[in-house]
């Protein structure tokens, strides 16, 4: 049985010259197709026709059922910590009563690319800087009045002004820059310390 010599294979380097030019990568063909803009608009949380994929109205209900359940949950730590027993229907009474408080300051204040239907528009250039003082603010004032009515006033006032309080209060460093988010837990590590109180 006679056994076939092997071919002998020329050993060569690879081209790294780069692409012909005469010939179509696979990147040419995606952008022919359009399917280098679909994923542009996609990662940017738009449709093919350019419009956010979930709108300011969408992204307002998505956003306010969590801070609702936020609320919820404060409303549940705050009668165990004062060791009242949960009255569930009032409870979740209360969470339905801020549903659509939440929903609204949401809709109305939270940056978008739609402009709210409720509140005049006001000039893109200082639209970021007033978003972020106003969260500054709200951030600061929520905070320090939480830390007040904590310590100065009885459970049940605590009771009922923590929850929203609280809720105020995360949402508004939520939509904080880091800068400016710092600045404000700062400032309320500040008036803990300056006015005496405690955190437990």
Known sequence: MGRKKDAK???AHPDRSGPD???ETLLDIAEKRGLLKAQ???EEGLDESGEPLVGRLGESILWS???TMLHFTLDVLVANQYAVAIKWPALIARTAQAFPIILFFFYSFHPHQSPPILLPRLPPRIQPLLHQLLFFVSSITAGCYLIYITNMHGYYAVMKQAPPL???WIWSVIELDIF???GSLIFCGIFLKAGGYSFL
Do not use: V
């Open 9 to 11: 294979i020329k050993l």
């Open 21 to 23: 030019p005469s010939q």
């Open 40 to 42: 542009q608009a996609a």
């Open 65 to 67: 059922i969590s801070l």
């Open 166 to 168: 609280g809720c105020l």
């Open 180 to 182: 400016w988010a710092t």
